[in-house]
């Protein structure tokens, strides 16, 4: 995640606020390109210390997922607010093509954008969060985190009972 943080940080003068907004939102959401895209003004709320997002139903298992927070306080949060401020009521906050997006991503070195959903989703298993807690935040199936949470050692476990 460090990787990304300082990227994102070399490359906010050029890329512009809409930019930056767009992918500290695959960033810190950790939700799909498409999922992103389609998001309006409306799916955020400001309260208190933290940004609300209200993604909707998730693409591929249908989700639906409770509003993502993120701290006011975080790098580029505030350029997510200020590009929700300034977007027209129902209208797209990404006003880019999935083909741009890919294009904003790929151009930042951040490899390919689902690398940035696969980032959290890893990130958030080793910060001790429980698949049920991600499996809230993601919109995923259990069967779907399984790649995520990998193999496990039978022997190991065996050796503790």
Do not use: C
């Amino acid at each position: 995640m460090e990787k990304a943080f300082k990227i994102l940080s070399e490359n906010k003068l050029h890329l512009g606020t809409e930019r930056t907004a767009f992918l500290a939102i695959l960033f810190y959401l950790g939700i799909r390109v498409t999922e992103a895209l389609k998001l309006k003004p409306e799916n955020f709320t400001v309260e208190s210390d933290k940004l609300f997002v209200d993604v909707g139903e998730r693409l591929k298992h249908s989700k639906q997922t409770a509003p993502l927070s993120v701290r006011l306080h975080r790098p580029f949060v505030k350029e997510i607010v200020e590009t929700v401020k300034k977007t027209k009521p129902k209208k797209r906050v990404g006003k880019f093509s999935r083909v741009t997006a890919w294009k904003i991503v790929k151009n930042t070195k951040l490899f390919y954008p689902h690398y940035l959903r696969l980032n959290r989703i890893t990130d958030l298993f080793q910060k001790g969060y429980t698949i049920a807690e991600v499996k809230a935040w993601t919109g995923l199936t259990l069967r779907a985190l399984d790649f995520y949470v990998g193999s496990v050692s039978t022997r190991k476990i065996g050796e503790n009972i």
